[in-house]
């Protein structure tokens, strides 16, 4: 089957660093995505993880292990505009489908 | 580049009714869009896959014959809700596969569906 385990809830302080983990069994798998989404909103592309090591692009960075079937997106400096849901979204497969997690919502206080 | 866009961002209509959603990709070809449904504080649920010429792919409890999905071209595909009811009522999003099938999405803006 396919699963993915996200916590529902974080809460960070406005210019702090926050880890938020994936957990994932999906069947095939090509790589691994993290979306941001705005309530409201379409999400919109953080990063891309194929191979197992940590991508790092500006004060987002995601980090892949194939073998524990485990990501995490670090964000750092956090600002109020980063309060959104974070989704993780593993893929794999012939049709190129992307199973979304349930997501998890961010608050960034000041 | 890889913008797509929906249409109408916001519909409300009357219980029986049907709805079209459109969804183009603006600046690129798709042979591949996919449809999900958004309900409050919940995550995307696939609805179905979309590909240019051929029938959709549904996923495993949606209702092929109430969401009518067509893909005519490689820039549009078009979702219909038939004989829309109140529990149908949520943020429609559909998405474009990258021509280069890194499996990377762009994702439209998205359709706030209310039945009344």
């Known amino acids: 089957g396919q699963n993915i385990d996200q916590p529902t809830e974080m809460t960070a302080t406005e210019g702090a660093i926050v880890q938020i983990n994936c957990t994932y069994q999906?069947?095939?798998?090509?790589?691994l995505f993290w979306y941001q989404q705005h309530a409201g909103e379409a999400p919109t592309f953080l990063s891309y993880?194929?191979?197992?090591g940590l991508e790092e692009k500006g004060r987002f960075s995601s980090f892949l292990s194939r073998s524990k079937g485990y990501s995490y997106l670090l964000l750092k400096e956090l600002q109020m505009k980063d309060s959104a849901s974070y989704l993780c979204?593993?893929?794999?497969?012939?049709?190129?489908?992307?199973?979304f997690g349930t997501g998890t919502l961010l608050a960034v206080q000041p | 580049g890889a913008v797509v866009s929906q249409h109408p961002s916001r519909v409300i209509c009357k219980s029986g009714t049907s709805v079209k959603i459109e969804c183009r990709s603006l600046d690129f070809q798709a042979t591949t869009m996919f449809w999900y449904r958004q309900f409050p504080k919940q995550s995307l649920m696939l609805m179905a896959t979309s590909n240019e010429g051929s029938k959709a792919t549904y996923e495993q409890g949606v209702e092929k014959d109430k969401f009518l999905i067509n893909h005519a071209s490689l820039t549009l595909s078009t979702l219909t809700v038939t004989s829309a009811h109140p529990e149908d009522s949520s943020f429609y999003i559909c998405s474009a596969g990258a021509a280069s099938g890194s499996g990377e999405q762009f994702f439209g803006p998205g359709t706030r569906l209310t039945v009344l």
């Open positions: 979204a593993p893929h794999g497969g012939a049709t190129n489908k992307l199973i």
């Open positions: 999906t069947s095939g798998f090509n790589g």
């Open positions: 993880n194929v191979l197992d």
